[in-house]
């Protein structure tokens, strides 16, 4: 569920693996996947591996946010997980190893209007983004409130001159215009989509469009030529 995390130690050891981005001080958002971390344990036999991992979520830490942790613990020291009698109806058949539900009134809720802008870097290129949460160290606040998100496809018009350059990667999944057609700016020429999001991109200048080198299904990166607009003289 949403919240700040307000303490997050990883646990360390052999065999023991854990993939995040979060820390103490983490804001997790409604906006986003609810899983904040990923903990694997291996080990030479099944056994060790249970017991490390019982160790493991022992020594891992996450307060201020509920977390599956008791859920698995009870998992671990389950006879019927450490007998490998498991189906894809484990926890309806062991339901006694399901946690009462969390109290919700105890995370620690982030302010409705705090934002942090970070720079990120995409394939070589840098932009700057806008998350939910309070500045952590490196971050920039944005007191301005952003505006709400809209419902329809994102649009992205791209300045400059007659080429216009992919501002996102991912596959081309329509295009509305052929060459030899008048644009105006803002027309809509194609549509890629990206992280299972349709992105609209549009004629950056008005003019005819004399080249689109890209086809229906082709995968495109930042920076990849998508369409020429040329204005006439």
């Not at 569920?1 to 409604?30: C, K, N, W, Y």
């Not at 339901?95 to 539900?101: M, Q, S």
């Not at 709400?148 to 300045?159: E, L, M």
Request: hydrophobic share 40%.
């Amino acid at each position: 569920m949403p919240g700040r995390v307000t303490r997050f130690v990883p646990p360390l050891g052999p065999g023991i693996r854990i993939d995040t981005a979060v820390e103490s001080g983490s804001v997790i958002s409604e906006r986003y996947d609810s899983m904040i971390a990923k903990l694997v344990v291996t080990g030479p036999s099944r056994e060790i591996a249970i017991e490390r991992m019982r160790r493991a979520l022992d020594e891992m830490v996450i307060e201020g946010v509920p977390s599956t942790i008791p859920l698995h613990r009870n998992v671990m020291a389950s006879e019927a997980f450490q007998e490998a009698r498991l189906s894809t109806s484990f926890l309806t058949d062991v339901a006694e190893v399901i946690p009462p539900p969390a109290d919700r009134a105890k995370a620690e809720l982030p302010e409705p209007d705090a934002w942090t802008e970070r720079t990120i870097e995409v394939n070589g290129r840098r932009f700057r983004v806008r998350v939910p949460g309070n500045p952590g160290p490196g971050a920039v606040h944005a007191t301005a409130r952003p505006r709400r998100a809209s419902r329809q496809r994102n649009a992205t018009i791209a300045a400059g001159g007659p080429k216009f350059a992919s501002p996102i990667q991912g596959s081309v999944l329509r295009i509305h215009r052929e060459v030899g057609d008048a644009v105006a700016i803002g027309d809509a020429v194609m549509v890629v989509e990206a992280m299972k999001m349709e992105n609209e991109l549009r004629a950056q200048r008005e003019g005819v469009l004399i080249e689109i080198p890209v086809s229906i299904g082709a995968s495109v990166k930042v920076g990849d030529h998508l369409f020429t607009v040329e204005t006439p003289e």
